[in-house]
C-alpha cells in the first residue's frame, strides 16, 4: 500500500470538481436528475396511497341498516 492518505481536502476537492464545477457530470445533467427523482418520489407516493387505499377497505366494516 501506498503511504499517502486521503485527506478531507483532496475528498472536499474532487466533490466540488464533480458537483458544484460548471463543467462536472452533475452540472450538466441537473435538470434531467431532478425530473427522474419527481418522477421516482411521485411513483412511491402513488403506490403508498393505493396500499393505504386497499388496506382501508379490506380492513373497513359494513353495516347494512334495514328498517322493519
Do not use: C, N, Y
Not at 411513483?43 to 373497513?60: F, K, P, T
Amino acid at each position: 500500500m501506498a503511504d499517502e492518505r486521503i485527506t478531507r481536502d483532496d475528498l472536499e476537492a474532487e466533490l466540488r470538481a464533480t458537483v458544484v464545477g460548471a463543467e462536472g457530470p452533475v452540472a450538466e445533467r441537473r435538470s434531467s436528475l431532478v425530473a427522474g427523482a419527481v418522477v421516482v418520489v411521485m411513483a412511491v407516493v402513488a403506490v403508498a396511497w393505493l396500499v393505504g387505499r386497499r388496506a382501508g377497505q379490506r380492513r373497513s366494516t359494513v353495516v347494512e341498516v334495514r328498517r322493519i
